[in-house]
């Protein structure tokens, strides 16, 4: 078993920072990939990146790519996702996802795990 727990949501202006954490706890959190989701109001929940459980492999959307970097302390049990630049249309829950697979994964389906999510919101 894994528990996910999201912080570091907020208001930001457009262009501005934010960092999420998201802190796991459960013997095995570092032996699973991990990944970040999105849902923004009326619109299905969307990949956003991922690492694997070692951190030397990242994958990212093409809408947040060159903007987001996500990082992973598995001393710390935590995974990051770091936002720049960021836009209106970042605006959304964010959620971490712990999944027991090795790869690439961008549905939700394939995640074991799940936070409850943090608010993200960014004003033009």
């Known amino acids: 078993q894994v528990q996910l727990v999201e912080s570091g949501g907020g208001l930001v202006q457009a262009g501005g920072s934010l960092r999420l954490s998201c802190a796991a706890s459960g013997r095995t959190y570092s032996s699973y990939t991990m990944g970040w989701f999105r849902q923004a109001p009326g619109e299905e929940r969307e990949f956003v990146a991922s690492?694997?459980?070692?951190?030397?492999?990242?994958y990212y959307a093409d809408s947040v790519k060159g903007r987001f970097t996500i990082s992973r302390d598995n001393a710390k049990n935590t995974v990051y996702l770091q936002m720049n630049s960021l836009k209106p249309e970042d605006t959304a829950v964010y959620y971490c996802?712990?999944?027991?697979?090795?790869?690439?994964?961008?549905?939700?389906?394939?995640?074991?795990?799940w936070g409850q999510g943090t608010q993200v919101t960014v004003s033009s």
């Open positions: 996802a712990a999944g027991s697979f090795i790869g690439i994964v961008t549905t939700d389906r394939g995640y074991d795990y």
């Open positions: 690492i694997s459980w070692s951190g030397g492999s990242t």
